[in-house]
């Protein structure tokens, strides 16, 4: 059962001061700790019945993600854990609000929508200076820090469980294959799965300013992928169709910075930075003067070249995988044999250090049925993918690893050896080493999950044994 929180408890010598927020994705709490002075804030992730597994591989990205982030536009990393099975994360508590509650206000005058949107471009150049695109950028994870004596106020991002990093491992796009983001921001480039071009937080910080400049969202709130592909072909309203005095030059911005091509956005932050706080600088072209949507023929004709389209905007998606060469370890949590593990452990650690620049990916399969739903809590009401994410760790302790050389995936799926062949296929994989169990009469006729990974593998696999075991025929 996941942990009860209560005011005035330990969590590794964090105290719990008092709860701050909670939503459908975490619970927020200011707590104190004795080494760390400041006001501190403690992220936990939901890990109840129903979570989905985005969200607390989400939390992962995020606990992997924000120690190697620095600045003023990003809350100060201070600790992270587990305690009883419970994920925690500990951060800077940055004052402030977001901007959410500036969409109740909206339309906002456009110097104000300016003023905001220079504030956010600046605070996502520093972060993609830093190697990470943050993909999930909208008005409630753009976190205005008031002006503190003789500064100025400044934006703070928050929220990187969507997050994609250059020189970090990008476990949403390995463990899933669905189009990930909020939807009335995702980019077209995020709908087909790249999640490494920086321009992407210009597209969602261009549908900001639309709905602070406007009161409205440029393509609605769409929720299944066909309505989220609306945008490779469909434009939204010219602001200024919603709001006609609103300036030319802010709707040129804007609607520059939702172009469908990511070429034709600001290929800055920066940039668009600049002409937010220089108006008067902003050349003006088609875009400024727009008063309708385009005609029926202009979207068919896009609607026709979709297919060209988005293979041109998904070319990128694949750079990504450049972190090779990728070891894999499939670990079978559920029969644990202490003499194969040290076996598994020895063949890992061989191969790790026969290949000094691999990356290891620690994977087990969290079976479900064909048929009907799985709880995910189990007899004693504890989450089953946080308990195997916290018993993947277990095992690849001995190994001694820096942590930014290992992740840990739990797949859930009904047939265990597919599922760990889709993962190495999508993911790129170089190498799988899994070990395998002695065979039985039944396993001899259906086959082992080894001998299927082994046949349907698109890489090296290397099935580990103990000596004396029956071999697969």
Partial sequence: MPVKLAQGMQLDGFELLAPLHQGGMATL?????????GPLLMKLPRIGYGEAATQIVGFE??????????????PRFVASGDFEDQPWLVMEHVPGDTLRPLLEQAPLPAERVAALGALAATALQDLHRQGAVHLDVKPSNLLLRPAEAGGEARIVLIDFGLSHHQHLPDLLAEQFHVPIGTGPYIAPEQVLGVRNDPRSDLFALGVTLYHLATGERPFGNPTGEGGLKRRLYRDPPPPRALKPDLPRWLQEIVLRCLEVDPDARYPTAAQLAFDLRHPEQVPLTERAGRTRRDGRLAVARRWF??????????????????????????ID?????????????????????????????????????RIGMDSNLDAAGRNRHVKRLVA?????????????????????????????????RTADVDHILLGARGLTGVRRMLGS????VVAEAPCTATVVRVRGEPQAP
């Avoid at 924000?66 to 536009?73: F, R």
């Avoid at 979709?306 to 694949?318: G, I, K, S």
């Fill in 333 to 369: 949590l559920k029969h644990e044999d202490p003499a194969l593990c040290r076996a598994l452990h020895e063949s890992v650690q061989r191969a790790l250090q026969t290949t000094p620049g691999a990356r290891l990916a620690c994977v087990t399969v969290m079976r479900t049925a």
């Fill in 392 to 424: 993947l760790r277990d095992w690849v302790r001995p190994l001694q690893l820096d942590e930014h050389r290992v992740t840990f995936h739990v797949l859930e799926a009904h047939d265990p050896a597919e599922a760990l062949v889709e993962y190495a």
């Fill in 449 to 452: 999950v080894s001998a299927r």
């Fill in 61 to 74: 990205v995020e606990r992997m993600l924000m120690p190697v982030l620095a600045g003023p536009h990003v």
């Fill in 305 to 330: 070249g979709r297919y060209t389209r988005e293979r041109a905007l998904a070319a990128p998606a694949t750079q990504h995988l450049a972190q090779a060469p990728l070891l894999m370890v499939a």
């Fill in 29 to 37: 709490w200011r707590v104190a700790h004795p080494d760390h002075p």
